[in-house]
C-alpha cells in the first residue's frame, strides 16, 4: 500500500528565504506526483504536477523535481512571502485514473 | 475549466440525522469520482471511488452503508452520511476526473459538523 511522507511537518521562515519541501513515496510505481497548496479550512489548490516520465516541473518561484526511482519529491520556493504561508500536500496516483494518495503535508509559515 | 463545485459548502446537523453533499463537475464529464474526508490538521484520507453507473469502491475502515455514494450521471455525485454523529464531523472534499485529463480536480469542500 502506497505510503507518503512529507518532512518537516512545519516550517517558519523569515521572508525572502529559499526552502524545500520535501515528500518520499514507498512505492515507486507511479503515474505522476501532484504538490497542492491548502489555505486554513479551504480546499485544494494545484501547484504542479509532474508526470512519471518527467524530472522537474516549474511555475513562478515554484520548483518540484521527481526521483522516481528512490521515491523522492523536493518543492522548491524561491524568495518566500507571507502570502506563501499555506499547507503544501504532496500526492501520488499509482495508475492512471486511480485516485490520489496524499502526504501530511507541510505547514509553512513565512514572517514579515 | 475544469471546475469541481460542492454544495453545501458547510453543515451543522443534530446526531442521527442524514446529510447529503453534492459534487459537480461543472465544465466537464467526470467518469470517475473521488471522495475524501480530512479531519483537523491531518491530510485528506480517500473514502471511496465511484464510476459513473457502476457501485462505489470504499476504501478499507469505511462503512459503505453509513456513507452512501451515488454518481447517478457524468457531472453529479452524492455522498450520504447516514445517521450522522459527532465522530464524523469533519471536513469532506470530492474530486472529479475525466477521461481527457491526466490529473483529477478538486471541490472546494465541505465542513460538517454533528452536534
Known amino acids: 500500500k502506497q505510503e507518503v511522507t512529507q518532512i518537516p511537518a512545519a516550517l517558519s521562515v523569515p521572508e525572502g528565504e529559499n526552502l524545500v519541501l520535501n515528500c518520499s513515496f514507498t512505492?515507486?510505481?507511479?503515474?505522476?506526483l501532484q504538490w497542492f497548496r491548502q489555505d486554513p479550512g479551504k480546499g485544494l489548490t494545484s501547484l504542479l504536477l509532474?508526470?512519471?516520465?518527467?524530472r522537474e516541473q516549474t511555475s513562478g518561484r515554484l520548483n518540484a523535481s521527481l526521483d522516481k526511482s528512490s521515491g523522492r519529491s523536493t518543492l522548491y520556493i524561491a524568495a518566500s512571502q507571507p502570502g506563501d504561508s499555506a499547507t503544501y500536500l504532496c500526492?501520488?496516483?499509482?495508475?492512471?485514473?486511480?485516485?490520489?494518495?496524499f502526504g501530511k503535508g507541510t505547514t509553512l509559515s513565512v514572517s514579515s | 475549466g475544469a471546475v469541481v463545485s460542492q454544495h453545501p459548502s458547510w453543515v451543522i446537523c443534530k446526531s442521527g440525522t442524514s446529510v447529503k453533499i453534492e459534487c459537480r463537475s461543472l465544465d466537464f464529464q467526470a467518469t470517475t469520482m473521488f471522495w475524501y474526508r480530512q479531519f483537523p490538521k491531518q491530510s485528506l484520507m480517500l473514502m471511496a471511488t465511484s464510476n459513473e453507473g457502476s457501485k462505489a469502491t470504499y476504501e478499507q475502515g469505511v462503512e459503505k452503508d453509513k456513507f452512501l455514494i451515488n454518481h447517478a450521471s457524468l457531472t453529479l455525485s452524492t455522498l450520504t452520511v447516514t445517521s450522522a454523529h459527532p465522530e464524523d464531523s469533519s471536513f469532506y472534499i470530492c474530486s472529479a476526473r475525466s477521461g481527457a485529463y491526466n490529473e483529477q480536480f478538486f471541490g472546494p469542500g465541505t465542513r460538517l459538523t454533528v452536534l
Open positions: 512505492d515507486s510505481a507511479i503515474y505522476n
Open positions: 509532474i508526470q512519471s516520465s518527467q
Open positions: 500526492a501520488v496516483r499509482g495508475q492512471a485514473g486511480t485516485a490520489l494518495i
